[in-house]
């Protein structure tokens, strides 16, 4: 609350407003002899600066840099990343082709890396990233990935299970989120799930409800893709904490 009135005995508290956030991004692509990189980020570029800071140290862990700061230079963390996939890739690949003749050695493929964050879905009160990648290193397939994950925009903080779903709800969420599951991504057909539980991805809130997924193999196989889902808010209602329901009503 930023300030509050007494009005014949009752107290009227206004809220903070919501900060606005203003965006931009930053996009690296470039090929060697040993990988093709392609990635792009958003992030925020002006707003409050703890939110802005907070913001960014959100942005950058779910790019993989878990100790950000949230001061780094975004274009210099990609190029970072990039040396650093580079020279693994090299030293993997000429280990792995040390053996073939000097044509294969040639010819030999590329390692390939991909990370796409953006900004999914603004809400007054939050702001939902959408992250797909996926990293190969040889052989049939990479590994892939898709997730959300949201951030409270009073504070730039991610929001991670424990602040979208109470925690003595949890265990009370698996039927519903398997039902739904069923419905929206396997057309009813339980064939498909090897073994169910929550998935270690966190929950995002987008614009119709909580959405849920998980990662290749993570309960099904392969070609199964990357189950998700979308519980709508008015099925979650007694699952949500107090905290994410005054951000979402905002």
Known sequence: AVDSDSVGGTVLTEEAPVP??????????????WL?????????????????????????????LKQSTGEEDFKQVLVKDYKKHSAEAKSELEELF??????????????????DITLEYAAPGYATFYSIGDDYRAGAHGMPWQYRFTIDLQTGNQLKWAD?????????????????????????NEDYIDHFDLPGAEPALVENGVWFGYGA?????????????VIPYDKMNDFLTEEVKAIINK
Do not use: W
Not at 181 to 188: G, I, K, V
């Open 20 to 33: 606005e956030i203003k965006y931009d991004s930053v996009t690296y692509e470039v090929s060697d002899e």
């Open 36 to 64: 093709e990189y392609n990635v792009k980020l958003v992030y925020p570029k002006e707003g409050p600066e703890d939110v802005v800071k907070n913001m960014r140290k959100a942005i950058l862990a779910n790019f993989g």
């Open 98 to 115: 040390a053996e073939m003749d000097e044509e294969d050695r040639v010819n030999h493929p590329k390692y390939g890396y991909e990370d």
């Open 164 to 188: 979208i779903i109470l925690p003595s709800a949890k265990g009370k969420l698996k039927p519903l989120l398997k039902r739904t599951l069923l419905e929206q991504y396997f057309e009813n």
């Open 217 to 229: 193999y993570e309960i099904a196989a392969y070609a199964a893709g990357m189950p998700e889902c």
